[in-house]
């Protein structure tokens, strides 16, 4: 499996766009994962030394199986979203190690922008800090949504995918490549552990707010 998770991360695509505004496509500790979808694989570069405390968030998510059977409730020209509990966009993630919603705060890596058809980054509430469990892949640059919302990954192979999902197709498994589970650094550190919620319970994790979404 080691060879398999080279391969996707060097894997040389239609995303080079990102190669002039992130580290190197190849970058040794960055994970891979694979979503396994009704339209599809999808396989995303995390860019966990990038951007640790978000990149983490997803991982954990991942590896706890969080994501396996989740809808995408929102498919739009430039966008699609998933990963909320209810499907309908209104649910944060509650972790069961706490029994409290997990929130996060915002995070921005001025190197990682919305230039990109496959760019993956965090939906959000009103609240900067409310950003939970849903993610969204762009279908085309978005630059206004720079510094607003936190980029934690890019589409590395099936973009081609991205534009077949329609409202209700699923993610059928998240797996991190290789098979290891990849807890938060953070959480080492007692950082991630127990997040301090930033947003009401049930707010809309749309891409809201300035930038008109």
Request: net charge positive; hydrophobic share 35%.
């Amino acid at each position: 499996m080691k060879s398999f998770t080279q391969l996707f991360a060097c894997q040389i695509t239609a995303l080079t766009l990102f190669a002039a505004t992130i580290a190197p496509a190849c970058a040794q500790n960055d994970p891979i994962v694979i979503l396994q979808t009704t339209k599809g694989r999808i396989v995303i570069r995390v860019f966990r030394n990038m951007v640790p405390y978000t990149a983490n968030n997803f991982l954990d998510l991942v590896s706890r199986g969080y994501y396996d059977g989740k809808s995408f409730h929102r498919v739009e020209g430039w966008v699609v979203q998933g990963g909320c509990p209810y499907g309908n966009g209104q649910g944060n993630y509650t972790d069961p190690d706490t029994g409290r919603e997990r929130f996060i705060r915002l995070e921005i890596n001025r190197n990682l922008n919305h230039n990109s058809a496959g760019v993956v980054a965090m939906a959000r509430g009103q609240g900067l800090d409310s950003a939970s469990c849903q993610f969204y892949i762009l279908k085309k640059p978005m630059s206004q949504l720079n510094g607003k919302y936190a980029v934690f990954g890019g589409v590395v192979d099936g973009l081609n995918n991205i534009y077949r999902i329609a409202p209700g197709d699923r993610i059928i498994s998240a797996q991190i490549a290789g098979g290891q589970a990849q807890r938060s650094a953070n959480q080492d550190q007692g950082e991630a552990a127990t997040p301090t919620p930033t947003a009401a319970s049930g707010e809309s994790k749309e891409a809201t707010g300035a930038s008109g979404f």
